[in-house]
């Protein structure tokens, strides 16, 4: 595959920008060099700053993004940090995905902080996603651990198995090592995207505390 030059790299990320309705990509500024590309400018919510991120990570070519975007709230859904504490422990109590029995919340100048213990790491996600989403935050820090109850043995195999079973990914370039609760996985792929897609296969086995992700992206 060829490598993209800049100049196609930055016109790319910006169309897919364009393209998106999740966000307002008209104050958005992108610029690319040797792969890395950085966000700037401002957007509304922190939803769409995060929004913008992921865009920029799945558009081909791209190894990495500096996301510098500002988070500009409308005055008008300004909240005072209770207001935000509030609305961030009511959004986690109303997700069917997150048991909110064990987390607390912290807000400091609209930046919100997670913390607590989940069994699985889509839970974990998922309570980042939801409060994410709400208006008045301008940031979220996620220190919610996961420390699952069930332990596997086969935790390579399962998270190999299920790299197989990927169509879009070349499993074969990328190796599994699997010490305890921790995975380390290694090789190469095509992109940004298959790079995520083999972490969150291996978040998805049981057992699974940790990935250290250490796969390139060769373009």
């Given amino acids: 595959m060829a490598t993209k030059n800049d100049k196609d790299l930055q016109r790319d990320v910006m169309e897919d920008l364009r393209w998106d309705p999740s966000i307002d990509a008209s104050k ?3 610029a690319a060099s040797d792969g890395v590309v950085t966000l700037t400018g401002a957007v509304p919510s922190y939803f769409q ?3 913008a991120e992921r865009i920029a990570k799945r558009v081909a070519g791209v190894r990495a993004v500096a ?3 500002d988070v500009q709230l409308p005055s008008v859904v300004e909240k005072t940090d209770a207001g935000v504490a509030t609305s ?3 959004a986690l109590k109303w997700s069917s995905s997150v048991p909110d029995e064990n987390l607390q919340v912290s807000v400091s100048k609209g930046w919100v902080t997670l913390e607590g213990s989940v069994e699985w790491n889509y839970q974990r996600e ?3 996603k939801v409060v994410e989403e709400l208006i008045a935050v301008k940031g979220v820090t996620n220190r919610i651990s996961v420390s699952p109850h069930i332990k596997s043995r086969e935790v390579k195999h399962e998270i190999k198995a ?9 499993s074969r370039n990328i190796e599994v090592e699997a010490t305890d609760s921790t995975v380390t996985l290694r090789g190469s792929v095509r992109s940004w995207a298959e790079r995520k897609e083999a972490e969150n296969a291996a978040w998805m086995a049981p057992g699974v505390t940790q990935v ?3 796969i390139v992206v060769s373009v």
């Fill in 28 to 30: 958005i500024g992108v």
């Fill in 67 to 69: 996301n510098d975007i």
């Fill in 162 to 170: 299920a790299l197989h079973r990927y169509a879009e990914l070349e």
């Fill in 88 to 90: 961030a422990l009511n």
């Fill in 212 to 214: 250290k992700n250490e």
């Fill in 49 to 51: 700053k995060q929004s």
């Fill in 126 to 128: 998922a309570a980042e």
